[in-house]
């Protein structure tokens, strides 16, 4: 069932409704078990493995979609920081989490046609598993976007739209799309349904470790990894698995923190900024949509945000791939942002962070 974060109404997940009448975003309404190992299908070796806990509209629709994504294996960086290599994916980035997901759901309920927006991950993700699904697809990019993940993209066989502007003028483009043509829009920030996936990162986190690190370091843009790092980690907190929450350190380029500044100020709501160019693109989203919602999860739960300097991400990339680790700017942001981080609140051991978008994607 969705149901509106807004104004509480209700429609069957069946619905093609980008959103809420009222404006408002749909949450996903469902019941799962407790989470437990017991449950998780260990002859399955992908993250459908924790289908009993996702909410999936039937048992066969993601069999056909899947491409074994997740199950990504965590690695050390140092002895106080591990790696969750969530770019070893089919389209190397950790989007096909919640990609997965949101198609099986479009092929669940007969969708044959997408639209999405994305800053080049997330569209890629979609793009190949609608290719996967054999369904239509047009994904909508700003200026900008590195050139490799519109080939990424188009290889899928789906069409781009390449928009001038930002980040933020690009969606506006592609749900003014949306509306005038009543596609489906399959974005990974309006549909609930993707965070079913992104969740798993903290299942696998606890399968593999047998526990949860102290500390866990994530990007924050549109906040689809921390809402579903949330949703996992609460699933876990209720079931007694964990005593208390990790400490959740938000990441935010330091040229779009609107998040950033909203937590700094006490504020419920994104603070207005202008987006400066940033080579942590994955991460520049100025006027984040459910903004509120990861607000909220930060006042709750005591989440710190830092700043991924500018000036230190090259470093960064250059430090990863000195341990053989070749990642994206954006992803290398997190490592830029941890250093930050432990010189304001200092040494910071048994911290996990994820590794969300391969080198291969972006320009050396």
């Not at 198609?103 to 800053?119: F, K, M, P």
């Amino acid at each position: 069932m969705f149901v509106c974060s807004s104004c509480g109404a209700r429609e069957p997940a069946t619905t093609r409704a980008s959103g809420c009448a009222c404006g408002g975003l749909w949450d996903l309404e469902h019941e799962h078990p407790p989470f437990g190992l017991d449950a998780v299908d260990r002859g399955e070796w992908s993250m459908f493995r924790y289908r009993a806990f996702m909410g999936l509209d039937d048992d066969t629709a993601w069999r056909s979609v899947t491409m074994g994504e997740g199950m990504t294996p965590i690695i050390d960086f140092d002895d106080d920081l591990a790696l969750k290599m969530d770019y070893f994916m089919p389209t190397l980035s950790f989007k096909d989490r919640g990609a997965a997901v949101l198609v099986a759901h479009c092929v669940s309920i007969g969708v044959e046609n997408v639209a999405q927006d994305s800053s080049g991950n997330a569209g890629h993700a979609v793009a190949a598993y609608c290719a996967r699904a054999g369904i239509g697809c047009e994904i909508f990019v700003p200026e900008g976007t590195s050139p490799k993940k519109i080939d990424l993209i188009r290889a899928c066989g789906a069409t781009v739209n390449v928009v001038p502007g930002n980040r933020d003028h690009c969606a506006e483009v592609c749900r003014a799309k949306v509306a005038d043509e009543g596609v489906y829009y399959a974005n990974h920030v309006y549909n609930p349904v993707f965070y079913e996936g992104t969740k798993t990162f903290a299942y696998e986190i606890y399968e593999q470790l047998g526990r949860v690190p102290a500390n866990i370091l994530v990007p924050v843009g549109n906040g689809t990894l921390f809402l579903g790092l949330m949703k996992g980690l609460e699933d876990l907190l209720h079931a007694g698995l964990i005593e208390t929450m990790p400490q959740i350190i938000a990441v935010q380029a330091q040229g779009c923190d609107p998040l950033l500044r909203a937590a700094e100020a006490g504020a419920s709501q994104p603070v207005t900024v202008t987006p400066e160019p940033t080579l942590a693109e994955g991460i520049a989203i100025g006027a984040p949509m459910r903004g509120a919602q990861i607000l909220a999860h930060a006042r709750r739960y005591g989440v710190r945000f830092v700043h991924a300097p500018e000036d230190e991400i090259l470093r960064a990339r250059a430090a990863l791939a000195a341990r053989g680790v070749y990642c994206e700017h954006t992803t290398a942001a997190n490592l830029a942002a941890y250093w930050q981080y432990c010189r304001q609140w200092g040494p910071t051991p048994d911290c996990l962070t994820a590794m969300c978008g391969a080198g291969l994607k972006s320009d050396h």
